[in-house]
Nanobody, 127 residues
Framework: QVQLVESGGGSVQAGGSLRLSCAAS????????MGWFRQAPGKEREGVAA???????SYADSVKGRFTISQDNAKNTLYLQMNSLKPEDTAMYYC?????????????????????WGQGTQVTVSS
């Protein structure tokens, strides 16, 4: 059974940093494309970053240069380092796992391409 568990969310002031983690279990982690998504109140869920099975990464324009996605295959864990946080980054953040054929080389794969989702971790950035 595939399970994704996010952690690391919290409340920070603008300009601060947080690192989110997503612990994966129940499948061969390194063979999947992994992504981070976020959903703010009243808004649709949007893709933030992705890393595919070849290690290619891509980001939404709104977070480029501030967020970094990475993974530790030995620990089956996905990370999202978030720096220079802004109030508009406030949202519930989710990690997701998708098929090994997905590519993150040019842009993060869309939401519907992912098969498994975590429960989310809240990030709140105050001004």
């Amino acid at each position: 059974q595939v399970q994704l568990v996010e952690s690391g969310g919290g409340s920070v002031q603008a300009g601060g940093s947080l690192r989110l983690s997503c612990a994966a279990s129940g499948y061969t982690y390194s063979s999947y494309c992994m992504g981070w998504f976020r959903q703010a109140p009243g808004k649709e869920r949007e893709g933030v970053a992705a890393i595919d099975s070849d290690g290619s990464t891509s980001y939404a324009d709104s977070v480029k240069g501030r967020f970094t996605i990475s993974q530790d295959n030995a620990k089956n864990t996905l990370y999202l380092q978030m720096n220079s946080l802004k109030p508009e980054d406030t949202a519930m953040y989710y990690c997701a796992a998708g098929g090994s054929w997905l590519s993150a080389q040019s842009s993060p794969p869309p939401e519907y391409e992912y098969n498994y989702w975590g429960q989310g971790t809240q990030v709140t950035v105050s001004s």
